[in-house]
């Protein structure tokens, strides 16, 4: 029966979550037009099958973020993403501020951390899951999340290993 009465909560449209998706993709287009110059060929496959799951995740993600509005829940986890974001835009704004080399996402370590945008990201959409009380996209973010870590370590591997210039 308490699954029949979460259900009952359910509405079919959150604002907060359609925010949250806009919201952290903006740096994507700015790199999109300016980041892809420099890259090298092949730095971003942990396998087929992995790849295939990260991009399942980030669409199941998107769509459950938009698509299903619960209460809100504690708003420590609503501040907890806005501090990963705004420590994931400030990462971006040094991106570009120095060059926009392409190698730098993967390589540059930042509070020891490595792939830190990758981290950041990841720490969002988990704690945004969270506070949306969204537990559909909480599976879909941590899916990703393990996903998008491996993708993003077997690129800093390929690319610490490689003489880049």
């Known amino acids: 029966m308490d699954i029949l009465l979460e259900f009952s909560q359910i509405k079919f ?3 907060y979550g359609l925010i949250a998706a806009i919201v952290i993709l903006i740096p994507n287009f700015a790199f999109a037009k ?3 110059k420099n890259r090298p060929d092949d730095v971003d496959s942990c396998g087929a099958g992995i ?3 990260e991009l399942l995740s980030r669409a199941v993600l998107t769509i459950v973020l938009i698509c299903i509005r619960m ?3 504690h708003i420590g986890f609503g ?4 501090v990963a974001l705004i420590v994931y835009y400030c990462l971006w704004i040094n991106f570009f501020r120095s060059g926009s080399n392409y190698p730098d996402i993967y390589v ?4 020891g951390l490595p792939v830190p945008f990758d981290v950041f990201r990841n720490v969002y959409f988990i704690c945004i899951s969270l506070w949306l009380s969204n537990f559909y996209a909480l599976i879909a973010a ?3 999340a393990c996903c998008n870590l491996a993708n993003a370590v077997k690129a800093m ?3 610490s290993s490689r003489k880049l210039s």
Do not use: H, I, M
């Open 13 to 15: 449209f959150s604002l």
């Open 34 to 36: 300016k980041g892809q």
């Open 51 to 53: 790849c295939f799951l």
């Open 71 to 73: 209460p809100l829940s």
């Open 79 to 82: 501040l907890a993403a806005a």
């Open 108 to 111: 540059n370590r930042f509070l």
């Open 142 to 144: 941590v899916v990703y």
């Open 157 to 159: 591997k390929d690319l």
